[in-house]
């Protein structure tokens, strides 16, 4: 069973940073791109970065300069590190990776559990 397992949401006040952590667990053949979206109460599902298999990222304008997309291969994990957070920052924040768990099997999308990021004023 594959599974994507987010860490490191939580409080903290205008102006902080806060590092998220995406783990994959079982057997994976191949990661493609992974990223990070974001859902704040009342709004629909945003892309906050996306990092490709070969490095190359892309972000949110809201987001350009203050955050950081990164993977580490060997651990299977992409990181966001956020800093300069804002207010308009918090959201659950979902971790999302194309991956195909089998040669045969063509690549799909899997999500994580979400972790809540809040940003105080």
């Known amino acids: 069973q594959v599974q994507l397992v987010e860490s490191g949401g939580g409080l903290v006040q205008a102006g902080g940073s806060l590092r998220l952590s995406c783990a994959t667990s079982?057997?994976?053949?191949?990661?493609?791109?992974m990223g990070w979206y974001r859902q704040a109460p009342g709004k629909q599902r945003e892309l906050v970065a996306r990092i490709t298999s070969g490095g190359r990222t892309n972000y949110a304008d809201s987001v350009k300069g203050r955050f950081t997309i990164s993977r580490d291969d060997a651990k299977n994990t992409v990181y966001l590190q956020m800093n300069s957070l804002k207010p308009e920052d918090t959201a659950v924040y979902y971790c999302?990776?194309?991956?195909?768990?089998?040669?045969?099997?063509?690549?799909?999308?899997?999500w994580g559990q979400g972790t809540q990021v809040t940003v105080s004023s």
């Open positions: 999302n990776a194309d991956m195909e768990v089998e040669y045969w099997l063509p690549s799909r999308d899997y």
């Open positions: 079982g057997s994976i053949f191949r990661i493609n791109n």
